[in-house]
């Protein structure tokens, strides 16, 4: 096998792993991820990539399973079960390094299941 042929071979082996590669991600994008709401245990495993492991109870913002969550100007737009909070330096905490919203929505005490979920 000349060298000629060997780049060729071995190019073609790159784009198809790239190929496949961009599949996989597209396919997890699309599929793998929860929606608002859903639960996680995990930031990527939520479309939005924010994923809290705290309620609302009152003006606390105690430990909870883990939540898909999105960041929010008012309660209107969390939809039932879930308020519009600023978060505290704890839930923040939850969220990824970069690009954390300083309000969210966060469910309620009375709609989370009793047992934390620990990362």
Not at 21 to 49: D, P, T
């Amino acid at each position: 096998m000349n060298l000629a042929r060997a780049r060729s071979v071995l190019g073609t082996i790159v784009v198809a792993i790239a190929l496949c590669a961009g599949g996989v991600l597209v396919y997890w994008n699309v599929f793998g991820q929860g929606g608002y709401g859903e639960s996680c245990r995990f930031s990527l495993g939520c479309k939005s990539f924010l994923c809290a492991h705290h309620a609302v109870a009152g003006e606390a913002q105690p430990a909870a399973p883990g939540r898909c969550t999105k960041s929010c100007e008012r309660d209107d737009e969390c939809g039932a079960g879930a308020r519009c909070v600023v978060l505290t330096a704890d839930t923040r905490d939850d969220l990824p390094p970069f690009g954390k919203p300083d309000r969210a929505c966060l469910a309620t005490a009375a709609s989370t299941p009793s047992t934390p979920n620990t990362p």
